[in-house]
């Protein structure tokens, strides 16, 4: 094949290679594994949708790291923070959350329509902000961004490309094929992004296709588990491999990537959502120390939904007036639990060690 050529005959799912050799099933079951205990673990939380805002904030500054948006944490909880303000914040910090509404609003879409065409073009205009849908235009090429060499072009024409992503949906929602489930993500994923249905954006759409699909398929309950970080870490293994497949159909290696980013990933997750699940507990315990009869559960969950806020946030969440707000964040601060910094006239109060467990 040529990389110049769109690569119009792509083949269906599911590709004729050996999908259950003793490697592949010996890695999978470990990666099954790992996320069954994940799964597990996130029904015994109290409250697990706020951890889960903080983590699908992570992974979208994480995911759209990947197009080299630069975003610091500093700057992505503020824009966080003033959302409900005016949309201020920089732009990328808005690209990220933008990425954690198409989390959102694909997971509502897919409950209710399944893992269509039309779920993975809403999802990409979410992300995007965008109301264009499937590449018309030819033209779209990945191109190496160092050396501009290009090394793949994707099959051209919507009614092609239309075609393929239909029967990618019917490769996702066909009951009787009994292939384990992540071997049919780690499928799933080269497909879509081999298709590449959109002039940009199919990178960050395909990753949180994944995630979807796990949800769908029950492995996970809420959407935690995020490959990006992993990804971004082994960005040009990953390239290679989608490479790989299309030119030398070695499927077992991207499969193999697909499965280790998957058992990686779910142990880092299971170690982080505890040790964040650890300090919330601790964190009432010194908050009720410190608030005495004035303590109230919902200030320790606006902190850890919110690792910065304001005086505002406080008062915006209907958890207390201004005076007891500004009075309770002080004698958070006064306990250690938040750390106050001024910027120009506001204060964010930073519950910096959150933030310390979020970006380790
Ligand atoms: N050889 C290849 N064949 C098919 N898909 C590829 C190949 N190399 C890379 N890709 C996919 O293309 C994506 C980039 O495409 P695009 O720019 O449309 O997505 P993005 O979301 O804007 O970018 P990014 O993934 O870098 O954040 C990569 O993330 C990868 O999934
Ligand atoms: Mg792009």
């Given at each position: 094949m040529d990389n110049n050529i769109p690569f119009n005959s792509l083949p269906d799912l599911p590709p004729k290679a050996d999908l259950e050799s003793p490697t592949l099933l010996k890695e999978c079951i470990k990666a099954n594994k790992l996320l069954a205990e994940l799964k597990g673990f996130c029904q015994t939380l109290p409250d697990p949708k706020l951890l889960i805002n903080t983590l699908v904030l992570q992974e979208s500054k994480d995911s759209s790291a990947i197009e080299?948006?630069?975003?610091?944490?500093?700057?992505?909880?503020?824009?966080?923070?003033?959302?409900?303000?005016?949309?201020?914040?920089?732009?990328?910090a808005k690209e990220v959350?933008?990425?954690?509404?198409?989390?959102?609003?694909?997971l509502k879409m897919m409950n209710q329509r399944g893992l269509t065409t039309n779920t993975m073009v809403a999802v990409m205009q979410k992300l995007k902000n965008t109301t264009e849908g499937i590449r018309k235009n030819s033209g779209t090429k990945l191109a190496n961004p160092a050396t501009k060499e290009i090394i793949y072009t994707p099959p051209e024409g919507e009614n092609i490309i239309r075609a393929k992503l239909k029967a990618l949906e019917e490769y996702i929602h066909n009951k009787e094929d009994d292939t384990d489930t992540l071997i049919k993500m780690a499928l799933m994923h080269y497909q879509f992004e081999a298709i590449h249905p959109f002039t940009d954006g199919n990178g960050r759409t395909g990753r949180i296709l994944n995630v979807l699909y796990l949800v769908k398929n029950e492995l996970l309950n809420l959407p935690v588990l995020y490959l990006s970080s992993f990804i971004i870490k082994n960005k040009?293994?990953?390239?290679?491999?989608l490479k790989g497949v299309t030119a030398k159909g070695m499927w077992h290696e991207w499969i193999m990537y697909m499965l280790q980013a998957v058992s990686q990933t779910a142990g880092l997750t299971l170690n982080k959502i505890s040790s964040i699940q650890q300090l919330k507990d601790e964190t009432i315990v010194i908050a009720k120390e410190a608030l005495k009869s004035a303590y109230n559960r919902d200030i320790v969950d606006l902190i850890f939904s919110y690792p910065y806020i304001k005086i505002n946030t406080v008062i915006n969440n209907k958890i207390a007036h201004r005076q007891t707000a500004s009075a309770h964040l002080k004698k958070l601060s006064a306990s250690g639990i938040l750390t106050p910094h001024k910027k120009g006239k506001e204060i964010y109060y930073i519950n910096h060690r959150l933030m310390n467990l979020l970006s380790n």
């Open positions: 080299n948006i630069v975003t610091t944490q500093d700057e992505l909880y503020k824009a966080v923070i003033s959302m409900d303000e005016v949309h201020q914040g920089s732009s990328e959350l933008l990425y954690r509404e198409a989390i959102y609003y694909g040009s293994l990953y390239y290679k491999l």
